[in-house]
């Protein structure tokens, strides 16, 4: 059963456009939420994150939005870059048997490609 | 430099052999942990230790051990290696911020 969905296994975008990544989740124990950014034969990189008590986080380029009633957010990249072009996961600390609070469970991300 | 280090990066071997990955991180965290990629790509943690303990041992075979002598380092020794191990293995440590969450470059392990 996934919690932390990510239906769009891939996303092409220009050079230049806004990219919008969408992550929805099902347990509403969640309260805290973070993206990271993978290249090939690398590890996810932490990218940003936002708390269940705010509606947005900015941080340059990037924006986190988080409709908690939806159970849904969205990563927002503008303007998109090439080096952007990677695979983009959502998480969210908890969602599993063993106990503990600093284990991510992940989506199944989503490959962002910009297209020059 | 690196600040979690995993190795090797590439492993292949036969099914039933006995096998270990070694992570290493040099951040001063407390916590590290084990997580798997599977062929769905799916991350899903496997074990997290906090300053040599275990605190997190999730739904895994018990082929799996895993090791911390220290707690800059945790090991994961995988016995009598299946078909269905084959998957990159990924290394991560964190202190008390999430946002602090390093992974490892991953282990590709492929077993034949």
């Known amino acids: 059963d996934q919690q932390v969905k990510q239906n769009s296994p891939s996303l092409s975008v220009q050079e230049g456009r806004i990219s919008i990544l969408n992550c929805d989740y099902t347990?509403?124990?969640?309260?805290?939420f973070l993206w990271y950014k993978k290249y090939p034969a690398e590890g996810p990189t932490f990218l940003i994150s936002?708390?269940?008590?705010?509606d947005k986080n900015e941080d340059g380029r990037f924006t986190v939005f988080l409709n908690k009633s939806a159970k849904h957010l969205s990563l927002h990249i503008v303007p998109s870059q090439p080096g952007d072009s990677a695979v983009y996961f959502c998480?969210?600390?908890?969602?599993?048997?063993?106990?503990?609070?600093?284990?991510?469970?992940f989506g199944k991300g989503t490959h962002l490609i910009i297209q020059p | 430099d690196t600040a979690v280090s995993q190795t090797p990066k590439y492993l292949v071997t036969q099914m039933g052999n006995d096998k270990s990955i070694k992570c290493e991180q040099n951040l001063g965290h407390d916590t590290m942990y084990w997580y798997k990629q599977d062929s769905k790509k799916f991350l899903k943690i496997m074990f997290s230790y906090n300053n040599k303990e275990l605190i997190i041992n999730e739904t895994v075979p018990n082929r799996f051990s895993p090791k911390s002598p220290d707690k800059a380092h945790l090991n994961l020794h995988i016995n009598s290696l299946e078909l269905g191990d084959s998957a990159v293995y990924f290394c991560a440590s964190s202190q008390v911020t999430l946002d602090g969450y390093t992974f490892g470059s991953g282990t590709r392990l492929t077993v034949v």
């Open positions: 936002i708390s269940s008590i705010k």
């Open positions: 998480a969210a600390p908890g969602g599993y048997s063993g106990g503990g609070a600093d284990g991510l469970t």
């Open positions: 347990n509403s124990m969640f309260d805290y």
